[in-house]
């Protein structure tokens, strides 16, 4: 089994910066990708960001492409997202995911394993 913990949400200005973390324990290795997801109220749940947890790989949303940084630490077994530039429609509460081989990397279908969420409000 595996456990993802988010952390670092809270309530931004807008031009402001954050950066969310989510910590991966359990079976780990049975990831080989991870991913982070939002969803604003009455919305459905959107791809942010992506990466491949052996290589370079990356991917993000149109809306967030220079803005927002996915990286992580193998070491740690975590994963981050730098939020720069942030936007009140940014505002959500976002998810870590973490998935097997297969499937789209923006899609939430292709992802097993989610967290509990993280609060992100961006002010006006």
């Known amino acids: 089994q595996v456990q993802l913990v988010e952390s670092g949400g809270g309530l931004v200005q807008a031009g402001g910066s954050l950066s969310l973390s989510c910590a991966a324990s359990?079976?780990?290795?049975?990831?080989?990708?991870m991913g982070w997801f939002r969803q604003a109220p009455g919305k459905g749940r959107e791809f942010v960001a992506a990466?491949?947890?052996?290589?370079?790989?990356?991917y993000y949303a149109d809306s967030v492409e220079g803005r927002f940084t996915i990286s992580r630490d193998n070491a740690k077994n975590t994963v981050y997202l730098q939020m720069n530039s942030l936007k009140p429609e940014d505002t959500a509460v976002y998810y870590c995911?973490?998935?097997?081989?297969?499937?789209?990397?923006?899609?939430?279908?292709?992802?097993?394993?989610w967290g509990q969420g993280t609060q992100v409000t961006v002010s006006s």
């Open positions: 995911a973490g998935g097997g081989y297969g499937g789209n990397w923006a899609e939430a279908s292709s992802y097993a394993y």
């Open positions: 359990g079976r780990t290795f049975s990831m080989p990708r």
């Open positions: 990466m491949s947890t052996s290589g370079p790989t990356t």
